[in-house]
């Protein structure tokens, strides 16, 4: 079920979406032609959906803000990490330290509280940021899986500007969708007839 409030993905899964939580996720900012932007993951209910459609978080998380600004952020990182693979260039050590950071980090230990009339208690970590924490690492190690598998050298970045997102490359087709395929050709067509007016 899809809220109202949730922007429609404005595309279908990019090739390899579907096999790869992390491309799926990086694919969650997606640039449009005309300078629109969309963002799945633009405010904490939305969030939350898309966490729970992933079987990342129950529905009633009550993600917040700042969860929401963490997970954007790791989307940057892993983002920065596909475009250095698909480049041959050295990963942004930032990048590397945030997806290890979430892959190594353990839940929160209960704390020993007191209360001035009961005594002494513990109190488990916010269930949210248990939750996050586990989304983060699982998404980050869909990122580490994916860059060191062979499938690696078929990541690809859309090549229909403006389009941002990646995918698994198939033979030749470096386009994430039917639309910006047809977007590539139809350029090339205008480009062709400028160039021969005639
Ligand atoms: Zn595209």
Same mark, same amino acid.
């Given at each position: ?22 491309? %799926? !996720? ?26 729970? &459609? ?10 917040? %803000?700042?969860?929401? +600004? ?11 990490? !596909? ?5 041959? &260039? ?31 208690? #513990?109190?488990?970590?916010?269930? +949210?940021? %248990? ?6 690492? +699982? ?14 050298? +078929? ?16 033979? #030749? ?26």
């Amino acid at each position: 079920m899809r809220h109202v409030s949730d922007p429609e993905p404005p595309l279908p899964p990019a090739p390899g979406a579907d096999d790869h939580l992390a491309l %799926e !996720f990086a694919n969650t900012a997606i640039a449009l032609p005309g300078g629109q932007y969309v963002d799945l993951l633009g405010s904490p209910a939305a969030v939350n959906r898309w966490l729970t &459609a992933r079987n990342l978080a129950p529905e009633n998380a009550d993600v917040q %803000e700042m969860c929401a +600004t963490q997970l954007r952020a790791l989307r940057e990182h892993v983002r920065s990490l !596909f475009a250095a693979r698909i480049a041959g &260039a050295p990963a942004l050590p930032a990048a590397l330290d945030a997806v290890n950071d979430a892959l190594t980090r353990v839940p929160t230990a209960a704390l020993l509280r007191w209360d001035d009339k009961t005594g002494p208690y #513990r109190a488990t970590p916010c269930p +949210t940021n %248990e939750i996050l924490e586990h989304a983060l690492a +699982t998404i980050s190690a869909s990122a580490a899986d994916l860059l060191t598998s062979a499938e690696a050298e +078929t990541l690809t970045a859309c090549e229909s500007t403006p389009c941002n997102r990646y995918l698994i490359r198939h033979g #030749r087709r470096h386009w994430c969708s039917t639309r910006c395929g047809d977007r590539v050709r139809a350029a090339r067509a205008y480009a062709r007839r400028t160039a021969n007016p005639s």
